[in-house]
């Protein structure tokens, strides 16, 4: 192509930024944790079993289920994604208790002396009813999650399907596959280590590995006798402090409504901010530059030259090989910078940002921008300050910078929850003002880097030079205004009056004056001759009048009404919920104080109305109708329906349901934890309420009532003619080990 137009020279392309490493990266840390999990959940098994014959029947009938939920995936025309991979990760989880529950209850009736045939029947069909249960539970929470319609339902649908594959599958593979290998690997307890009944005595119960292996295995644990004797002592106990609560319905009601209220008012407490989606920690940063109007190519790229001679030591020091000593030195070397908190005001300590592997300098039409790859994953951060520190006002007086890193997922701002607030109105002036007194309010409140207004020169017009035709005069020569238009195109920039193809590319027709090619300014407009239909020649001047004024270089409209969008990315540390409240605030003042007039409307767009739109699918609009038909209160509705059916009665899994508030405290306690941690380690991705932690605490449901299922289903089992204080004694020992 280059040489068909016959263009001299060469062509460099350089690859700067690469998507697929971060999407590879985070693909191999999911699959990292699936390896870890299983490891750690491999050690639980031997400290708890101590059967290596019990173990590897686990690790076996494990792949067999995810390996099937992917055919499922691939069936369902669904992609192996960071989201449906950590699907399966959770889901290894239920998978590996669906087997323990099978595989333990086996265990326990052969050390009541059964065949390993007999065990592995009569143990499987005791508890195999529990597994259906917790199975479908798992699996029917997720119905109400499949109905939502708004963005965020693409994500909540791939984590959906590839836990309900996932489940599903291990519901046949524990009902088969285990009892088979049970079957066959395990032996039967020598009569010495049998007990018939589950007493008061730990030693009786105590699991006892019944291989070679499995006690050699099993000799790092002897070290560890008193945590082994807790371990066994642990059922016993509280199988005593439930019989001793049973025995009077005083307690029962204390304990029950007691725990119940903690865990409302402590999950309340302890509830993060909402955010829309998490940030992530994506390793790349953009800075966007604005210039005054009027700045040429010249100008733009003087300043780039600036901007790079403070860059230039940080690309300048990747040219070493990472992890070694003369990379090491490279970076030690480096300038420090002092980072800047707007919201608080106050210099921080100076800081190294990591060496940069790749930057980039880019202008065009008004617009600057730069971007850059850190060498270290984990001090992305550190180039903010970097950039900032880059673009300040000694570098580039004039001119609005800000640097943002990018988000994992990309929907507009830095972060995925940038907040757009639309100022609309008749009059652009008045909204022109009023953007512009929100703007600077939040600029000097949250940092300028926090703000990108749209159209980005809003507040700075641009001069123009209007024509504004004489329609008396123009009658008299028989023009029109259209005709004068195209005249002035014509001695300007040229009038485009058609086009034509060549080649499959459409080319403009454009007509220009002859002497208005060299032109270079305007100052003579005024007197260009302009031929007439009359067969006369008349200076411009004489048909309309110019005159030299300021506007707006764009004009956006909002519902029909000129508006200025002003897009708001919170700063690290405060969730998207904590900004809408801020910026409510702001809005609030400015109204009351005759700031925004009434004609003036704002309102949200962006990532702020996808928020309450989602919160509304989820947890409901506040109102009585809106809760009632929020995903969390259908699932639990069909969660407690499920049961209701499985087990003929209506009060044992109202019995179940009592463990979902104290499981629901657990999950705020441990993200509340989390989201202090974020707050104050500055590498560590902001943890908020986001919508996908909203969608674990939705799966939640299915999980915690899976160890409340198998309770009262052994309780059951139990109760053949004694009565439930006596049995529910009895059915907790089976379950705790």
């Not at 529990?130 to 119905?143: M, Q």
């Not at 003002?433 to 703000?451: D, I, R, T």
């Not at 195109?489 to 060549?502: F, K, L, P, S, T």
């Not at 990532?607 to 969390?632: H, P, R, Y």
Request: contains cysteine; aromatic residues 8%; proline residues 6%.
């Amino acid at each position: 192509e280059a040489r068909r137009r016959g263009l001299n020279g060469e062509l460099y392309l350089t690859q700067v930024y690469d998507e697929t490493i971060y999407i590879d990266h985070a693909l191999d840390l999911v699959q990292e944790n699936i390896w870890v999990g299983g490891a750690l959940a491999v050690m639980a098994l031997m400290l708890f079993l101590r059967s290596f014959r019990s173990v590897t029947i686990i690790v076996i009938s494990t792949p067999i289920s995810v390996v099937g939920a992917i055919v499922a995936m691939v069936m369902l025309g669904r992609t192996i994604n960071v989201i449906s991979l950590a699907g399966m990760a959770f889901a290894i989880g239920m998978v590996v208790d669906n087997a323990i529950v099978i595989l333990e209850n086996i265990f326990r009736h052969l050390e009541m002396g059964k065949k390993p045939m007999h065990a592995a029947y009569d143990g499987t069909k005791e508890v195999w009813g529990a597994v259906l249960a917790a199975t479908l539970t798992n699996i029917i929470v997720f119905i109400p999650i499949l109905l939502i319609q708004e963005e965020a339902g693409q994500l909540f649908r791939d984590i959906a399907l590839a836990i309900c594959a996932t489940a599903a599958l291990s519901l046949v593979v524990c009902i088969t596959v285990v009892p088979a290998m049970a079957a066959r690997m395990m032996k039967t307890v020598p009569k010495s280590m049998q007990h018939h009944h589950y007493g008061t005595d730990p030693q009786e119960r105590r699991p006892t590995p019944s291989t070679r292996l499995g006690r050699i295995v099993s000799l790092p644990l002897r070290g560890l006798k008193s945590l082994v004797r807790w371990i066994d002592a642990l059922p016993d106990a509280l199988a005593y402090m439930i019989y001793w609560m049973s025995g009077s319905w005083t307690w029962r009601i204390v304990v029950v409504a007691g725990l119940t209220l903690m865990s409302l008012v402590g999950s309340y407490l302890l509830m993060p901010p909402a955010d829309y989606l998490p940030k992530g920690n994506q390793n790349l940063v953009f800075g966007l530059m604005i210039p005054p109007p009027g700045y040429n190519l010249a100008q733009q790229e003087a300043i780039a030259r600036r901007v790079e001679g403070t860059i230039q030591p940080y690309w300048e020091a990747s040219d070493f090989e990472r992890g070694t000593d003369e990379y090491e030195r490279a970076w030690a070397n480096l300038p420090p910078v002092v980072p800047f908190d707007f919201m608080t005001g106050t210099m921080g300590d100076p800081i190294i940002p990591a060496p940069i592997n790749n930057y980039f300098f880019v202008a065009f039409d008004g617009i600057m921008f730069q971007g850059g790859v850190t060498t270290e994953d984990d001090r992305v951060v550190d180039m903010l300050p970097l950039f900032a520190h880059a673009t300040r006002s000694e570098i580039m007086p004039g001119v609005l910078a800000f640097a943002q890193q990018f988000s994992l997922f990309q929907l507009g701002g830095a972060s995925g929850s940038a907040v757009k607030i639309n100022f609309s109105g008749d009059n652009l002036d008045t909204v022109t003002e009023v953007a512009n007194a929100m703007y600077m309010g939040m600029a000097q409140k949250f940092g300028f880097g926090s703000v990108q207004p749209d159209p980005g020169n809003f507040n700075l017009p641009s001069p123009e030079l209007q024509v504004i035709p004489d329609l008396r005069r123009l009658g008299d020569v028989g023009m029109t205004p259209a005709d004068l238009g195209l005249a002035v195109q014509a001695n300007g920039d040229g009038a485009i009056i058609g086009e034509y193809r060549v080649g499959g590319e459409s080319i403009d027709l454009k007509i220009i004056a002859k002497d208005a090619v060299n032109r270079q300014y305007l100052t003579n407009l005024d007197d260009v001759p302009i031929a007439t239909p009359a067969g006369m020649v008349v200076p411009l001047n004489s048909l309309a009048k110019l005159e030299r004024v300021t506007s707006p270089p764009q004009i956006n409209r909002v519902a029909r009404q000129r508006a200025v969008t002003l897009q708001f990315t919170a700063p690290d540390g405060m969730p998207l919920e904590a900004a809408i409240n801020e910026i409510d605030a702001m809005i609030a003042d400015a109204r009351a104080s005759g700031v925004i007039p009434p004609e003036i409307r704002s309102d949200y767009s962006g990532s702020a109305s996808k928020l309450k739109s989602v919160q509304s699918a989820l947890l409901g609009d506040g109102t009585l109708s809106g809760t009632l038909g929020s995903s969390l209160v259908l699932a639990l509705v069909i969660t407690y329906l499920l049961m209701c059916v499985l087990y003929q009665s209506f009060l044992y899994p109202l019995v179940i349901m009592f463990s979902v508030p104290l499981a629901t405290l657990g999950g705020f306690a441990a993200l509340f934890a989390v989201y202090k941690w974020s707050v104050f380690d500055r590498y560590m991705p902001d943890q908020t309420m986001d919508v996908l932690t909203m969608l674990g605490f939705i799966i939640l449901i299915g999980v915690v009532v899976n160890n409340a299922i198998l309770l009262v289903h052994q309780t059951l089992n139990l109760l053949k003619g004694i009565s439930d204080v006596e049995g529910l004694p009895h059915g907790v020992p089976l379950e705790p080990r």
